[in-house]
């Protein structure tokens, strides 16, 4: 393995932070670009430097010699494929040779999920800017599924009884590590990151001692609106049960498996932790 350095961004955030304690545990030097070097994690080994997505010359900056970068998505905003597109620029510019990227699963421009297809056209953008590439499309992310439970322990979404393939993050940060410790053997790859089975949310809820309410699409945004949130966000939030509903997240590969030499964690093994 190259002891040149590899480019972290999100390593303040649950999956870019596992993802770059693994590099350092393995002796990996790491540049960790971050938006507050404050909060960037003391890793042994590692340097943070400050280089939001939208700063196309502070991450120009950031990535000169740095030849595999690992970019995970932006926060959740109007304009994240803008900030995208500036990050990937910038990445260019600086003689990127590798860009491994935490996309979703199944993206694609009509996908029902809105910000699946927010991944596809950074995909695209990757792509147009001839940059060597590794896409890892995750599933929704197992951990979170407590959290959609209101205080009343039920879950709602207009899921009907559609399956969802949920990945365990230290899973994903396992695989992302075998593609980033050999970037060349991964080009032009794109893995499909699942766990082990597809279950409904009926079936999530019991792991969880909840319940589930199969919501109509207009319950769903009637429910939401207490938290004010602008409609871009409403649309993300309720199409992400319209994609669990229309089969979108129900594929089953062993991609993590093939990547990591371990099987995925189910999701009552995980939770049940």
Not at 121 to 127: G, L, W
Not at 139 to 151: I, K
Not at 239 to 250: F, V
């Amino acid at each position: 393995m190259s002891s040149e350095p590899i480019a972290i961004t999100g390593a303040t955030g649950q999956l870019g932070g596992r993802i770059a304690h693994r590099l350092s545990a393995l002796g990996v030097p790491l540049q960790l670009l971050v938006r507050d070097a404050a909060r960037a994690p003391r890793l042994a080994g590692a340097a943070a430097v400050v280089a939001p997505y939208a700063d196309g010359p502070a991450a120009r900056k950031a990535l000169d010699g740095v030849r595999t970068v690992l970019m995970v998505s932006a926060s959740e905003t109007p304009d994240r494929v803008a900030q995208h597109h500036t990050f990937i620029d910038a990445a260019a510019d600086a003689a990127v040779e590798h860009l491994v990227y935490i996309s979703f699963a199944q993206a694609s421009p009509d996908a029902t999920f809105t910000l699946a297809r927010d991944h596809w056209a950074t995909e695209e953008h990757i792509r147009a800017r001839g940059i060597a590439a590794t896409f890892l499309r995750d599933n929704l992310y197992a951990d979170f599924l407590p959290h959609l439970a209101g205080e009343d322990g039920v879950i709602r979404g207009p899921a009907g009884d559609g399956r969802v393939a949920a990945v365990a993050q230290d899973d994903i940060a396992d695989a992302a590590v075998a593609v980033l410790r050999d970037p060349a053997a991964h080009a032009g790859r794109t893995y499909e990151l699942t766990g082990p089975e597809a279950l409904s949310l009926a079936e999530i809820a019991g792991i969880l001692g909840k319940r589930y309410h199969d919501e109509t699409v207009e319950e769903a945004y009637a429910s939401r609106a207490v938290y004010g949130a602008p409609r871009w966000q409403l649309d993300a939030w309720v199409s992400t049960y319209l994609a669990i509903a229309a089969g979108e997240l129900a594929t089953v590969t062993t991609h993590i498996a093939d990547l990591t030499g371990h099987p995925p964690i189910g999701i009552a093994q995980l939770l049940r932790k």
